[in-house]
């Protein structure tokens, strides 16, 4: 805790605003979607969804493949615990909406499904789009797959997993996922490699989504690998979320925005 309350005043006296940004593109991505305040129809539904996962005190033995839970002593969980605490705020989801629906990628892959309160914003941010989302846990998706039968997201394909096995076992060179949201495995080994093993699927149009880049010293260290890597040319630091282009007109620039 006392290291990331670190990080965080490290963030907030780096961080800036649209009124420091110069590159039109993260300037237009900033001011029509991050900082876009008026109400969306979506948001009720992202509001239903999470409701509806609070309101279950059912619990499961969950199966960790990540780094662990900073919160939960034991792998037998309530539902509306996991939802309260290990899923996206309220105010993320709608950010993802936000930038699924501003970007609107064709295709999109997520590395940690969770309850599914990211994947409802990614389904409702674009339903024509083709959604991949693994999950280790086959007791936690069992309860997400039924989720999202009840809300008729029919654009996602749910696959339980173990990531670092799917990836590895993927002919990656023929997906073309213009955004993936990584929220799986927080540890600086699994991002770093899960980074280069999609590497082959980037386009120019391409966007990236790490969580929980300061969680810890090894997802900073991560991070700056990322940041540094040739291929990359913009990267956005939110606290929360490490976001990444590889769009080659634009010169190799990193901004740290506050949301």
Partial sequence: ML??????????????????????????????????KKPKPEYSILKKYRNSLLENNNTIEVTDFGAGS???????RAIAEIAKTAGITSKRAELLFRITNYLQPESILE????????????????????IITLEGCPNTMAITKSQFQLFNFNNVNPIVTEFSNYLEDLRLSTFDFRLIYFDGNHS?????????????????ETVWIFDDIHWSPEMEE?????KKHPKVTVTIDTFQWGLVFFRKEQPKEHFVIRI
């Fill in 3 to 36: 290291f990331q309350i670190k990080s965080y005043l490290q963030f907030l006296w780096h961080s800036k605003n649209e009124h420091a940004v110069h590159s039109p593109f993260v300037f237009n991505l900033l001011t029509k979607c991050f900082y876009d």
């Fill in 222 to 226: 991560a991070w700056k690998i990322i």
């Fill in 188 to 204: 600086k080994k699994a991002t770093v490699d899960y980074f280069e093993l999609l590497l082959p699927t980037i386009t120019n």
């Fill in 111 to 130: 590395i940690g499904t969770s309850l599914g309160l990211a994947t409802s914003a990614l389904s409702l941010g674009n339903l024509k789009a083709k």
């Fill in 70 to 76: 900073k919160v939960f002593k034991s792998n037998t």
